[in-house]
Each structure stands twice: as structure tokens, then as C-alpha cells.
């Protein structure tokens, strides 16, 4: 079996929490320089490429800046800066609820990204954590939705990263959501949950259709009143925006979901009202390095449900 070919360590510091771009020269194509090629690539305009190049900004594997007319080389490895966006700060903290020599456990709030991605990377549960823990090669292991508040593990150590994404992707990590919603007396629960789910690129929500089931997820009733019901939501699967599908499948869509039943228009930039009532309780799983049992509980509430007029207002 042939061998992947090794990533270069970035030559690049970290800033504010986040990593530099890198950029490997596909083997195949027909341009003369490097320049050539990240103008069309990266879509930033001439004009940015170039002043980026004419200051150094993009830089080889050895630190070295590349210069304008540096000629194009298959499998080439660069490196740069984004400018990042102006981002407004979630003004809710990140609460660490365990930390070892491996892993970091932290309860994310609402409207916080769990890592960089379009517009918001400085201000997510990753950049923030290497900042404020100082760990640098801090890395996710899973990813929550930014509207949903909750557990999310990370990893100390890049070598041992692999070995806790696999517990998600095999299934191996008991989930435990909580979610307020309509209570509807004619929905029967305890139930199960089956459907294909599919998301398509540019379209914000997630849609079922016909097919062999590829989402399935346990929908219990923990408790309810005044027309509302507290749900235990157990996801044996990982589909994107899973849960939320699937609870408006049932007729009771999530509170303060701005994609399911209808994608509403965009919250502005600010506004932290009515976040999403859905967090992720309860993570547990077997330590693949330590072989320790883990058990963790989120501390935070949902609001519909401990002070629905202060949410809804």
C-alpha cells in the first residue's frame, strides 16, 4: 500500500488561535508560477495575491517568502495568513468540565462555532481554547451546530486525534441531547426515528427523501407543560442537523430554530436572543488511550424550558 505523502509542519505561527492556510499545488495543471495558480484558486483578486506576495506574506515550507515569479511546482506546499473577518464576540464563556494530558472537554454555549469556518473563526470554541488554555495543537474531535449549546470533545495531541474521531465514526460514544419543543398529545413516545437525510452544498437545510434509512435517532419525553415538552433525543447516527430534522418530522420542531419547519431570514449580527433549544446533555465513551470510563453532563439549561417568558420575550 502506498504511503500518504507527509505534511510539512507550518512554518507559520498560530494567530489568535488559528491556524494559517495551507495550500498544496495540485500535480496536474497549466500554470507557469505559483502566483498564476492562487490567483485562480483562491478568487481573492490579482490585486490581493500580489501585494501578499510583494510582502512576504505567503511563504514555502522552509519559512522562505515566495516570490512573485516563482515558477509552479507539483505538490508544492505554501502557506499564509487569512485576514480574518470582523467578527461580533459571543458574549456567553466556554466552561472546561474536564482536562487531561489528552483530552479537554468543554460546554459550549449557543451561537459559538465549534471550529473556524466562513465567517466566524476567531470567535469559536477552538480558537478560544488555544488561546486561553495555551494549547497551541488543540484539535476537535466532533463538531456540534453553532446554535446548539453543549458537550464537544478536543484533543491535546495531534498524533492522538485519530483515535478519538473514531470513536464517533464507529459509533462508539453514547450521545444524549435535550431539546424543548411543542408538546403534542397524539405524538406516542418512546420512539425511534429512521429516515435518509440528505444535505446538499449552498442549501442550508437538510431535507429527508426516500432511500435506505442513513439517520436514526431515539425521541424521548422527559417531561411536559403549558404546551411544551422537555425531550431526551439520543442520535445513533451523525447526520448534519439530524435531531432537528427529525423532531420536525414529528411535528414538533425545535424552539427558536430558524431552519425547520421554514428558513427564516438571517439574525443580525448581535443578536443573541431565543437561542436554539437544543444542547447536547450527556457524552460518554471508553478512553482509547487512558482505557478510562468517561461520563460527562453538561451544567447548562434551556431557557424555553427553566424561564420560557425571559426567552420568549
Do not use: C
Amino acid at each position: 500500500m502506498r504511503r500518504k505523502p507527509r505534511i510539512p509542519p507550518s512554518p507559520l505561527p498560530q494567530r489568535d488561535g488559528v491556524d494559517p492556510v495551507r495550500v498544496k499545488l495540485p500535480q496536474a495543471g497549466g500554470w507557469a508560477t505559483v502566483r498564476e495558480h492562487l490567483v485562480e484558486r483562491l478568487a481573492a483578486g490579482t490585486g490581493v495575491i500580489d501585494t501578499m506576495l510583494a510582502d512576504g506574506l505567503i511563504v514555502r515550507a522552509d519559512g522562505r517568502p515566495v516570490e512573485p515569479g516563482t515558477a509552479y511546482e507539483p505538490g508544492m506546499f505554501v502557506w499564509f495568513h487569512r485576514e480574518l473577518p470582523d467578527e461580533e464576540r459571543v458574549p456567553f464563556g466556554v466552561d472546561v468540565v474536564y482536562r487531561d494530558a489528552h483530552i479537554v472537554v468543554a460546554d459550549k454555549p449557543h451561537f459559538l462555532a465549534t471550529t473556524p469556518r466562513g465567517s466566524h473563526v476567531a470567535e469559536t470554541v477552538l480558537a478560544r481554547l488555544r488561546r486561553e488554555l495555551d494549547i497551541p495543537a488543540l484539535g476537535a474531535a466532533h463538531r456540534l451546530d453553532r446554535l446548539t449549546a453543549g458537550l464537544v470533545l478536543f484533543t491535546v495531541r495531534p498524533e492522538e486525534r485519530g483515535a478519538y474521531q473514531s470513536l464517533f465514526r464507529d459509533r462508539l460514544v453514547a450521545k444524549e441531547y435535550e431539546a424543548v419543543a411543542p408538546y403534542d398529545v397524539g405524538l406516542a413516545l418512546p420512539r425511534t426515528v429512521r429516515s435518509r437525510i440528505v444535505k446538499e452544498r449552498g442549501v442550508l437545510a437538510a431535507r429527508e427523501v426516500a432511500g435506505e434509512p442513513n439517520a436514526v435517532s431515539r425521541v424521548e419525553l422527559l417531561d411536559h407543560r403549558d404546551g411544551l415538552g422537555r425531550y431526551r433525543l439520543m442520535p445513533h447516527t451523525g447526520q448534519t442537523h439530524q435531531l432537528r430534522v427529525h423532531m420536525n418530522a414529528l411535528g414538533v420542531p425545535v424552539l427558536g430554530d430558524p431552519l425547520y419547519p421554514v428558513v427564516t431570514g438571517p439574525v443580525p449580527a448581535g443578536d443573541f436572543r431565543r437561542p436554539l433549544q437544543l444542547l447536547a446533555r450527556k457524552l460518554e465513551f471508553t478512553d482509547p488511550v487512558t482505557g478510562r470510563a468517561h461520563r460527562f453532563v453538561s451544567g447548562r439549561d434551556l431557557r424555553a424550558w427553566s424561564a420560557h417568558d425571559d426567552w420568549a420575550r
